[in-house]
């Protein structure tokens, strides 16, 4: 495989050619490799590797060191995709200054080439910019405000939440990001949105119209069972085949059927009956 890396450049040209960005979140080094293998557009280590990967209740417990480490395995198996690197809850919110130099740390230290944060944050964005990281920003049901949201609502419902939207995706193009997840919010928002910004959009249960998409790995693939989303769509069942797989090895080892003589080392011929009369 020799193709090109993706850039920001390139995701930004996006918007012009009108070519569907294309991204999927992954946490390890195995996932991404596999996912770099594809023609996807961006990998995002997400913040949801605290419910995915780590067994948390949210992400709000999930750490900038958490991510770090996390990112720098995915960008171990990433040569082509851009990888992004989620900023944690309280890893940008405290200050601007906290905010750049968190960001830094998840370029050097983790090698992404670019981060995302939620939320309403056009000072931060800007700042973190002008140190020459690109920014990637994310606003309706953002996951690290559902105690103010009181839960995973959808956004942007009414008048009045639906203009602060879109007035939030103003302000943070403004301050420079090169795309905006778009979450949580009715189709027609999105649109609107998609359709008035000049950087990309990038929608997960933001309807038809946006620029790109992005899902939960585990969520397309089947792995997470618990709970599935409206706005997912299950492109296989691995968990099934886990299961099954699990279950066919546990049958075989029982019955002695695993391992054959073809998974076996044998000694060379002879050696093992020498030790055997040195004994
Ligand atoms: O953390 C995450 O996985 C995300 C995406 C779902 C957008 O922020």
């Not at 920014?135 to 009414?158: A, D, E, R």
């Not at 990001?177 to 910004?197: H, K, Q, R």
């Not at 075989?252 to 004994?279: A, C, I, M």
Request: contains cysteine.
């Amino acid at each position: 495989m020799n193709k090109r890396p993706v850039t920001v450049p390139d995701i930004l040209e996006r918007k012009l050619s009108r070519k569907k960005i294309t991204a999927l979140t992954a946490y390890d080094y195995s996932f991404s490799k596999l996912l770099d293998a594809t023609d996807l557009d961006i990998i995002l280590v997400g913040d949801s590797l605290g419910m995915v990967s780590l067994g948390h209740e949210n992400t709000l417990s999930v750490t900038l060191q958490n991510m770090i480490d996390h990112t720098r395995a995915v960008k171990q198996g990433a040569q082509r995709a851009l990888v992004v690197g989620d900023m944690p809850f309280m890893s940008y919110q405290v200050s601007v200054e906290q905010a750049v130099s968190n960001a830094g740390r998840l370029i050097q230290e983790g090698g992404a080439s670019a981060v995302k944060l939620e939320g309403r944050m056009a000072d931060r964005v800007e700042a973190i910019v002008k140190a020459g990281i690109p920014v990637m920003g994310h606003i309706g049901l953002t996951p690290q405000s559902v105690h103010q949201f009181g839960g995973y609502k959808v956004q942007g419902k009414n008048y009045l939440d639906s203009r602060q939207i879109r007035q939030d995706a103003h302000d943070l193009q403004n301050a420079g990001i090169f795309s905006l997840v778009l979450e949580g919010i009715p189709g027609e928002l999105a649109e609107e949105i998609t359709a008035e910004l000049k950087i990309p959009t990038i929608g997960i249960g933001a309807g038809t119209k946006c620029d790109g998409q992005i899902l939960v790995l585990h969520d397309l693939l089947g792995i997470n069972q618990d709970f599935v989303p409206k706005f997912v769509k299950q492109y296989a069942q691995l968990a099934d085949s886990l299961k099954e797989a699990v279950g066919e090895y546990i049958q075989e080892v029982q019955d002695e059927v695993f391992p054959g003589q073809e998974h076996t080392y044998h000694s060379q011929k002879g050696n093992l009956k020498q030790v055997n009369d040195r004994d």
